[in-house]
């Protein structure tokens, strides 16, 4: 039986070939650093994420304004911002990034399912200063490969695992920034107890940890600050928020007193 993340591969192959028949301009710009932005915004950095749609959960706001969106997260204090760039299964574009980025100064990460360089290159064109690598998408060797064509072009890689043996992999290939899905990508169901086993083990030590996905309120993050996550990514609680300032402040724990 065909998993979601096998679906969303399959249509990638698609996706990448369309790109290839595209002139990709370099875009010659001193990136942000999402790394440093993480690390400055202790005790917890927020990567928010714009999200129109869900696999998992349906819509979430597919006539969200991006610039709009992003101009709120910068305000509130997000340490930098994700956005989707997969269409069929999220509703997001390269072209969100690309008007984004010229309405906010803080790290924008490109979030897709990166299985060709050609994605890299045209998240690079269109002004993103990072992308995601999943392990569970790729082979080790497109993993070395594609790590190396995202350092070469400066831009930082987030290297998504799921569990110990994926963390290995990512420490492996010399990631400094690992995110740890709560979502099984293959049931979507989530845990938070991923990003704790993860944080625990030695090799977690010397990696600037993200926990991804299952961030509801204060408490959830707590549970992973505490437990050694230095950044969250956060999109469905946020897309659906009511008051984007207020939420972003209390995920931020900087109210919170007992960390």
């Known amino acids: 039986m065909s998993t979601i993340l096998q679906r969303i591969l399959d249509e990638k192959t698609n996706a990448v070939a369309e790109l290839k028949k595209e002139e990709i301009k370099p875009n010659i710009r ?43 997260y910068e305000a509130a204090g997000a340490a930098a911002i994700s956005i989707l760039t997969d269409t069929p299964f999220f509703k997001g574009s ?5 008007v984004v980025r010229q309405s906010v100064h803080i790290p924008i990460l490109c979030k897709d399912f990166i299985i060709d360089s050609v994605q890299i290159e045209k998240a690079k064109s269109v002004g993103a200063d990072a992308i995601l690598l999943i392990v569970a998408a790729l082979t ?6 594609l790590f190396q064509v995202a350092t070469e072009n400066g831009l930082e890689v987030l290297v998504e ?20 899905n709560n979502r099984n990508l293959k049931t979507f169901e989530v845990s938070l107890e991923h990003t704790i086993t993860i944080a625990k083990n030695p090799l977690a030590r010397n990696i600037v940890l993200i926990s991804e996905s299952g961030m509801r309120d204060q408490e959830d993050v707590k549970v992973v600050q505490q437990a050694g996550a230095q950044g969250i990514l956060v999109g469905e609680t946020l897309m659906k928020a009511s008051d984007i300032a207020a939420k972003i402040k209390e995920l931020s724990l900087k109210e919170s007193g007992d960390i």
């Open 30 to 72: 001193e990136t942000y650093s999402l790394i440093d932005a993480i690390k400055k915004n202790a005790p917890i950095g927020i990567i928010a994420e714009i999200k129109r749609h869900s696999p998992s959960k349906g819509a979430l706001d597919e006539t969200v304004n991006p610039v709009k969106q992003a101009k709120q």
């Open 94 to 98: 390269f072209a969100d990034i690309e």
């Open 140 to 145: 080790k060797e497109q993993l070395v490969h």
């Open 161 to 180: 695992v799921h569990d110990e043996a994926e963390l290995q992999t990512a420490v492996d290939i010399g990631a400094e920034l690992i995110g740890v």
